[in-house]
């Protein structure tokens, strides 16, 4: 199976920064990688699908990149509600679907 | 509005068996895949299993293979997920989550753009 790896697994970051989280996949998937966050208590919400594509309703601070095997979540200025961990998702044709293990990003 | 609301969760013992249900709302259920994702206590997301639009092709993450049987009913819009054999290591939020867009016939788009607000499963003597 592919494997799905974050880094960091956390980080502190403060209001305003630019942050930028890192996903690599053990083998090549192309372009299928997603993006999700999720706060405490809550279900995950999807940000970014099709490594850069920006789902609906979610702001043009986030963007995604990459292809192949590694990728990339940005935030171009970090807000107050974007506290939260995030988890990237291998959606390459037959599962297993995999999640990485998740970065929470925290203040500092 | 589209809604996915999980119903089922509970405590049970090893060895158990427990019937987890998802009930759609606004949007056309029976042109999307669906599939079940799930978290440990302070752990990450586990995709655990999905189910084409027919309900004809399943797929299982090898951790539940043979022990849980995912299924719909198109006609009432609901989604099952028969957990047998329970384990220790079950425990978790069990989430059902939409694909993104439909593709047709025994195709899936994981990237899930609805979820439930979960359910708990607890597996514990």
């Known amino acids: 199976d592919i494997q799905m790896t974050q880094s960091p697994s956390s980080l502190s970051a403060s209001v305003g920064d630019r942050v930028t989280i890192t996903c690599r996949a053990s083998?090549?998937?192309?372009?299928?990688l997603n993006w999700y966050q999720q706060k405490p208590g809550k279900a995950p919400k999807l940000l970014i699908y099709?490594?850069?594509s920006l789902q609906s309703g979610v702001p043009s601070r986030f963007s995604g990149g990459g292809s192949g095997t590694d990728f990339t979540l940005t935030i171009s200025s970090l807000q107050p509600e974007d506290f939260a961990t995030y988890y990237c998702?291998?959606?390459?044709?037959?599962?297993?679907?995999?999640f990485g293990q998740g970065t929470k990003v925290e203040i500092k | 509005e589209v809604q996915l609301l999980e119903s089922g969760g509970g405590l049970v013992q090893p060895g158990g068996s427990l019937r987890l249900s998802c009930a759609a709302s606004?949007?056309?259920?029976?042109?999307?895949?669906m599939s079940w994702v799930r978290q440990a206590p302070g752990k990450g997301l586990e995709w655990v299993s999905a189910?084409?639009?027919?309900?004809?092709?399943?797929y299982y993450a090898d951790s539940v293979k043979g022990r849980f049987t995912f299924s719909r009913d198109n006609s009432k819009n609901t989604l099952y997920l028969q957990m047998n054999s329970l384990r220790v290591e079950d425990t978790a939020v069990y989430y059902c989550?939409?694909?993104?867009?439909?593709?047709?016939?025994?195709?899936?788009?994981?990237?899930?753009?609805?979820w439930g607000q979960g359910t708990l499963v607890t597996v514990s003597s």
């Open positions: 989550a939409k694909d993104r867009t439909y593709c047709g016939g025994d195709c899936f788009s994981p990237d899930f753009d609805y």
């Open positions: 606004g949007f056309t259920f029976s042109s999307y895949a």
């Open positions: 189910i084409s639009v027919s309900g004809g092709s399943t």
């Open positions: 083998q090549n998937i192309n372009y299928y």
């Open positions: 099709a490594a850069s």
């Open positions: 998702q291998r959606s390459y044709h037959t599962p297993p679907w995999t």
